[in-house]
């Protein structure tokens, strides 16, 4: 659903051409993104030999992965059978996407503080793993 989402935003906002090829490999980028934050962290934790909060913190990724395609579902439906509502639909399901992603930043302080990480250790990685990559993309986009 995040896949088709991003593909739809790129069709209206970016001028892509539509078509199979590029639906697959938005729908990609979005799949490999996923595992590779998920391999990042497990190899996190493996390298320090500490879970220091981090099967929680996947565990509240892969929920709010979830609960953001939810959401973005009848985004995407509305964006596909009402063409003259794009203009303000996609927009909003970006405003929808951009809420959970700061909920899950949020989320991942609120739980390296709470499994007593150094605050400087989870702003570090909040800033080099999540942030960073996201501000990557807006400005490729």
């Not at 995040?2 to 001028?15: D, K, N």
């Not at 996190?44 to 579902?73: H, K, N, R, S």
């Not at 960073?132 to 807006?138: D, R």
């Amino acid at each position: 659903v995040l896949g088709l989402f991003g593909w739809q935003a790129g069709v209206v906002f970016a001028g892509w051409k539509a078509g199979f090829g590029r639906y697959l490999a938005v729908a990609g980028m979005v799949a490999l993104a996923v595992a590779v934050r998920f391999l990042v962290l497990r190899l996190c934790g493996f390298l320090f030999q500490a879970d220091g909060g981090i099967g929680e913190y996947l565990y509240t990724i892969v929920l709010l992965l979830v609960a953001t395609a939810l959401a973005v579902l009848p985004v995407v439906v509305v964006a596909a059978y009402r063409p003259e509502a794009r203009a303000w639909v996609l927009p909003l399901g970006g405003a929808l996407a951009g809420a959970f992603l700061l909920f899950r930043w949020t989320r991942a302080l609120w739980i390296g503080v709470g499994e007593s990480v150094p605050l400087r250790y989870v702003l570090l990685y909040l800033c080099a793993a999540e942030v960073m990559p996201a501000l990557l993309v807006m400005r490729t986009l």
